[in-house]
């Protein structure tokens, strides 16, 4: 039941899971603490990249679709984190508002939808969906696989509150990432809103992510006594940039070329014989747009005007003009033969599962959020937040909740991101 898993076991990727496993109750007792002293996103996906060597977040998403590619056997875990997740918010809550993209024809998000609002729903809540797309005067039914339907209603604001015509829900959860901008009928409402305002793409930056990342880094490896190095990849970051104009090409061509000599340091002190590359990607954005793999800064100097046009826009047609330089982080993890990489979601502060994104046509220094990507849930014959077999750090169980620790170093590194963040005006 478990997916095919094949991975580069090199010393250090063992080391460090030795490390986790024989520090787990050192582990759970420091993140006990830190989720006091800091609030947990109501939800959250984080992007890892195992190489083998290094284990690393490369991206963490707040507002996150692809529940329906969960493990539905562990569907439990999230009703159970998103009870959590409710109680601390609204305690005496009995309905909610779901506003997600405006996408209509999109079914594997309209699935997530789906999925998001069955958990939701087992919750105790009662759940509808509010939709902001524009001119949608009347509900709306959407027909899904297998017999499903989802129906979208337009949003009503009445004074500080939001609901619908005939619904005055007590919280507004988002999945809906803001790219955009934020809509009005969405400022100044009273009712708890879920991530807030300051969480979307309009105001987040992945450099402040992971800046706040680089903290946590630091202090977990402190606690458990590795080099923060292998489960932390560098950044730096250039803004001003207008890849149609060719601005901003020499802070590009800087930053990679200081970056790829400081991964050739780290690869020589682990005798790791890969060469080094770098991803550029938009600062703000999702959906894998606006993402190129460079090994050498030459790559930056001479990009075509097919390139530059493809790095130039990101969701919603926006213009880039600010970009994060992030290590690139091998994958050398595949499933049937077709290069993987491990998505691991959680609720409240709670790992509840994850998938594996895969790609046939992708290579392992390359960005595999791409069109032609599929997804195999991850299964487990144990929850993977119970590590088991000491011995054998390559049980899967074991790799899982390793995953399942970083990933928590990214959801932490995002509460602390938001609170560093200037709310919405």
Known sequence: MVPHLT?????????????????????????????????????????????????APVDTNLFPG?????????????????????????????????????????????????????????????VRIGSMIPDLAEPMQLDLAEGETLTLEPVVRHGNRIGLADYDPCAVLLNNDLSGGVPEILRGIEQSLLPPL?????VRRKSNHFAAYNQVAEEFAELIDIDPWLINPYFATCGAIDFQARQGEECLEHHVTIMLEKIRVKYAEYNIDAPPFVIIKADAGTYGMGIMTVKDPSEVRDLNRKQRNKMAVGKEGLQVSEVI???????????????????????????????????TGRGVDENLNAPGMHFVPLAFETPCCAPIQLTNPDSMPNRFYTYGV???????????????TEPAA
Not at 87 to 108: G, M, S, V
Not at 198 to 202: D, L, N, P, R, S
Request: with cysteine; charged share 20%; aromatic share 10%.
């Open 325 to 359: 330089i992030q290590e690139g982080v091998y994958t050398f993890e595949s499933i049937d033969d077709a290069i993987a990489e491990p998505v691991v979601y959680m609720m409240d502060h709670f790992v509840v599962g994850g998938f594996y994104r895969v790609h």
């Open 7 to 55: 991975t580069a076991l090199t010393g250090p990727l063992l080391d460090l899971e030795r490390h986790v496993m024989a520090a787990t109750p050192k582990i759970e007792r420091w993140f006990r603490t830190q989720w006091q002293e800091h609030e947990a996103p109501f939800y959250t996906s984080v992007d890892l990249r195992n190489s083998g060597f290094k284990l």
């Open 198 to 202: 300051h969480a979307g793409w309009h």
């Open 66 to 126: 692809g529940f329906n590619n969960l493990n539905a056997d562990f569907i439990p875990l999230a009703v159970q984190a998103a009870m959590s997740a409710v109680e601390k918010i609204c305690p005496d809550a009995q309905r909610l508002l779901l506003i997600p993209e405006n996408h209509t024809r999109n079914t594997f998000y309209l699935q997530n939808v789906a999925r998001l609002v069955s958990i939701l729903r087992q919750t105790g809540l009662e």
């Open 406 to 420: 970083v990933a928590r170093l990214a959801m932490l590194a995002a509460s602390i991101e938001l609170e560093r």
